[in-house]
């Protein structure tokens, strides 16, 4: 038998080395195992199953803890501390971190998972046996997904996302009871933000295609969302003093952005539902909202 770092073994307690710990064997190679690493009563000769990986003077090293993973599973690990030169540190279940290389992180470092971001990664080894974590590839993602069922079609789920680019974010759509999850994708346009590589986030089911994939989104339906942007101008309206506003359609898209956290487009959309019901009326750059027999409350153009 063959030791190695992420596998789990049955070996003899040979022998106890105070203040160390004890010291397993397979007949060939000892390992140890120190006192922190036991789970319950220990003596010589006993044979007890563990886990075997390097310790943090990276020596070889034996646990009775169960960990997350083994070596070549796949998992997803949540991240417990970041280095901005070596990665990032993935707990394992051991009190021990599991590295993700640098190199397996996106380029760009706003892109790049944060504390309490979970990532799909498999468990394998450097050159020396040591173990590490790689990001789990879009094959090994799919042989454990599932084909999303058609009454997903315009519900909102909760996803992970496994590779984050600029023109969309992939993710795993959580499976829930089903099973691990299927796949989907955000496209660009349908994101409200970039998105970190681990990062959790809700979508809506937008497109179910033939494979069982998804296209998702993190915007509400059109509709749903032209009656909550009115709802919120027609609240603004109400609140100013001349129930007016210096905004209109042709207001520059990014002062509405800024001032509405909404598109150019969510707002024509919003303005048209509430001229269409009669509550607002525009006037040149201005906005105003309708009195109770129809008409407006004039006011003289100020600034914001």
């Not at 380029?107 to 050159?127: F, N, Q, S």
């Not at 207001?251 to 956290?261: K, S």
Request: hydrophobic residues 40%; proline residues 4%.
């Amino acid at each position: 038998m063959t030791l190695e770092a992420g596998t789990r073994a049955r070996l003899q307690v040979a022998r106890e080395v105070a203040p160390n710990g004890f010291f397993l064997t397979d007949g060939e190679r000892d390992v140890l195992m120190h006192y922190s690493e036991m789970t319950g009563s220990v003596k010589v000769g006993d044979t007890v199953e563990v886990f075997l990986f390097h310790d943090t003077d990276d020596r070889f090293a034996a646990t009775m803890k169960t960990p997350l993973l083994q070596y070549g599973e796949l998992g997803l690990l949540e991240v417990a501390d970041i280095h901005p030169r070596l990665g990032c540190f993935l707990e394992m279940g051991l009190g021990r971190q599991l590295l993700l290389p640098l190199s397996d992180l996106p380029e760009k470092i706003e892109l790049r998972p944060e504390l309490g971001d979970k990532v799909y990664v498999v468990m394998t080894r450097d050159k020396q046996g040591r173990l590490l974590a790689r990001l789990a590839s879009e094959a090994e993602l799919i042989e454990r997904s599932f084909p999303a069922p058609s009454s997903w079609k315009n519900e909102w789920k909760t996803a992970r996302v496994y590779k984050p680019l600029q023109m969309g974010s992939f993710v795993v759509i959580d499976g829930g009871v089903i099973g691990f999850g299927a796949i989907g994708l955000i496209h660009e346009k349908e994101r409200t933000r970039l998105l970190r590589l681990g990062e959790q986030v809700e979508v809506r089911v937008s497109f179910i295609r033939e494979d069982g994939r998804v296209n998702v989104s993190m915007r509400q339906l059109q509709y749903v969302s032209r009656d909550a942007d009115a709802d919120k101008l027609l609240a603004f309206l109400k609140d100013r003093p001349n129930r007016a506003m210096p905004y209109s359609d042709e207001t520059q898209a990014d002062l509405i952005q800024q001032r509405f956290g909404m598109s150019k487009s969510a707002f024509k959309r919003a303005l048209g539902k509430l001229m269409k019901e009669g509550l607002i009326e525009q006037k040149g750059s201005w906005t105003h909202l309708k009195d109770e027999e129809g008409g407006t409350t004039e006011s003289f153009a100020r600034t914001e």
